[in-house]
Antibody, heavy 119, light 113 residues
Framework: EVQLVESGGGLVQPGRSLKLSCVAS????????MHWIRQAPGKGLEWVAY????????YYADTMKGRFSISRDNAKNTLYLQLSSLRSEDTAFYYC????????????WGQGTLVTVSS | DIVVTQSPSSLAVSAGETVTINCKSS????????????LAWYQQKPGQSPKLLIS???TRESGVPDRFIGSGSGTDFTLTISSVQAEDLADYYC?????????FGSGTKLEIK
């Protein structure tokens, strides 16, 4: 069974940084590209970033480019998202999502971790 | 960027009725390579993470009831839920997986009368 477990969320002040983690199990992590997707409370879904299986290809949503950094450690079956220069509008649930090959749809989702940016 | 416009934003139906949710993209999602349409549909029940229902416009995921039907091509797509059940209470989203940045529709809230 595919499992994705996010952690690292919490309350953070504007302008500060935070690093999210996602531990994967139930599949060969190093074979799959991974995404981060976020959802502000009560709002819709917003794709954040994608990293390929080997980390050779990375894409970001324009609004996150330069502030967020996606990475992975295949030896630890772990996906990361480094958030910096956080703003109140970054408050959201952040989901770790496995790619659905062969296409870029979102096949498996974690339960999400809540990031709250507030002073 | 491809803009995906979803409608309606909400609807309320009685159990047993048929529901139609629409999604329109700002450019064609039809691949000239394989003639497949790169659109997916998701269901998000209250308090839960989203769940993939349909990919490539009409391919249902394993375990998804056959009352969920995806159709359409090019720029216009539809999710039809026939004989709606109480358990279908959820938000529904479409997503284009044709090109980066990947984008979602704004969602449709389905309520059961």
């Amino acid at each position: 069974e595919v499992q994705l477990v996010e952690s690292g969320g919490g309350l953070v002040q504007p302008g500060r940084s935070l690093k999210l983690s996602c531990v994967a199990s139930g599949f060969t992590f190093s074979d799959y590209g991974m995404h981060w997707i976020r959802q502000a409370p009560g709002k819709g879904l917003e794709w954040v970033a994608y990293i390929s299986s080997s980390s050779g290809t990375i894409y970001y949503a324009d609004t996150m480019k330069g502030r967020f950094s996606i990475s992975r450690d295949n030896a630890k079956n772990t996906l990361y998202l480094q958030l910096s220069s956080l703003r109140s509008e970054d408050t959201a649930f952040y989901y770790c999502v496995r790619r659905g090959p062969p296409g870029f749809w979102f096949a498996y989702w974690g339960q999400g971790t809540l990031v709250t940016v507030s002073s | 960027d491809i803009v995906v416009t979803q409608s309606p934003s909400s609807l309320a139906v009685s159990a047993g009725e048929t529901v139609t949710i629409n999604c329109k993209s700002s450019q064609s999602l039809l691949s000239s390579v394989n003639q497949k349409n790169y659109l997916a549909w998701y269901q998000q029940k209250p308090g839960q993470s989203p769940k993939l229902l349909i990919s490539l416009a009409s391919t249902r995921e394993s375990g998804v009831p056959d009352r969920f039907i995806g159709s359409g091509s090019g720029t216009d797509f539809t999710l039809t839920i026939s004989s709606v059940q109480a358990e279908d209470l959820a938000d529904y989203y479409c997503q284009q997986h044709y090109s980066f940045p990947l984008t979602f529709g704004s969602g449709t809230k389905l309520e059961i009368k």
